[in-house]
């Protein structure tokens, strides 16, 4: 049961312009978010994250919103740069700890 | 930054025989660890959640007997690979949570089975 879903396996955008990963969760009961970032053969490092009392969280180039009522969040990456290139996680947790990935989405930002 | 180490970082092992990959907590008590596979099309499948002192939570389809989860303490949680095959070979990532809203991923595994 895939409770977070990142349905775009791949993602490629240029260099300057803004990159938009999305991801979709059937839990109502999640109520903090993630979004992770990972190279390959190293561990996913935390990027950004957002609670459900907010809509949107910001820190630099990245903006993490969510709409609670649609189930959704999005990371907007402004502007893109060719080391944002990686693959990107999201994830959900409620309050018994219970923390569920997305599959990812593998981001390519083009010089 | 909170650290989680993982060790080892590769191994190759013969088929039929355990492999044991820890996971420890550097700076922080993890109430919860977490151990995942991830696959070539890069999707993360959670396997299991341990919580200091009980059992681990196993997802469905994941064998709890060839892949034993310890969480002896607060810091420290180890995978075993039972009797590894193969289709084993893969890419294992650990996490260590001091709570729900932070997870810390230790650097992963990659195994191989020969």
């Known amino acids: 049961d895939q409770q977070v879903k990142q349905n775009s396996p791949s993602l490629s955008v240029q260099e300057g312009r803004i990159s938009i990963l999305n991801c979709d969760y059937t839990?109502?009961?999640?109520?903090?978010f993630l979004w992770y970032k990972k190279y390959p053969a190293e561990g996913p490092t935390f990027l950004i994250s957002i609670s459900s009392i907010k809509d949107k969280n910001e820190d630099g180039r990245f903006t993490v919103f969510l709409n609670k009522s649609a189930k959704h969040l999005s990371l907007h990456i402004v502007p893109s740069q060719p080391g944002d290139s990686a693959v990107y996680f999201c994830a959900a947790s409620n309050n018994n700890n219970d923390m569920r990935f997305g599959a990812g989405t593998r981001l390519t930002v083009k010089p | 930054g909170a650290v989680v180490s993982q060790h080892p970082s590769r191994v190759i092992c013969k088929s039929g025989t355990s492999v044991k990959i820890e996971c420890r907590s550097l700076d922080f008590q993890a109430t919860t660890m977490f151990w995942y596979r991830q696959f070539p099309k890069q999707s993360l499948m959670l396997m299991a959640t341990s919580n200091e002192g009980s059992k681990a939570t196993y997802e469905q389809g994941v064998e709890k007997d060839k892949f034993l989860i310890n969480h002896a303490s607060l810091t420290l949680s180890t995978l075993t690979v039972t009797s590894a095959h193969p289709e084993d070979s893969s890419f294992y990532i650990c996490?260590?949570?001091?709570?729900?809203?932070?997870?810390?991923f230790g650097q992963g595994t990659r195994l191989t089975v020969v």
């Open positions: 839990n109502s009961m999640f109520d903090y």
């Open positions: 996490s260590a949570s001091p709570g729900r809203t932070e997870a810390f």
